[in-house]
């Protein structure tokens, strides 16, 4: 499952947290919207659920430690107020388990490698989309 799936992961707890994200987005300007989009009916943390259930699914986040895809220069969405991860790439226990056997087999570990998710940013990403584009590997 790979795709913006306008959802905020519990892998990333630490950085929202780091970022006093709640009160971020209870005190900004867009508190309504970003409020029922991101944050608990209580208004006390990010809603994390719609990202657990999928993770419960089971399908493994292969890009948990790839940092934020937006926003970028083309920032045309208030919802990207920040540094956010909304895009993933979420792997079956089949998936991961056929991509370490590749790499296992492959004569040249620099090319060969586990599934692996991160989004590409650079200047021409960063003024293609409101989105930097996410690039699997396998």
Known sequence: LIGDLNTLSPLDRASHDAADLTSGIRSGPYQKALSKKFITKSKASVDYTPMQLLLDGPLTDVGAAAGHSVPTKINADHMHFAQLRLDYALASKGLIEASEAAA???????????????????????????????????
Request: aromatic residues 6%; charged residues 25%.
């Open 104 to 138: 296992a087999c492959a004569k040249d570990a620099a090319k060969g490698g586990a599934l692996h998710a991160a989004p590409l940013r650079d200047d021409r990403t960063n003024s293609l989309s409101d989105h930097f584009p996410l690039l699997v590997t396998f």
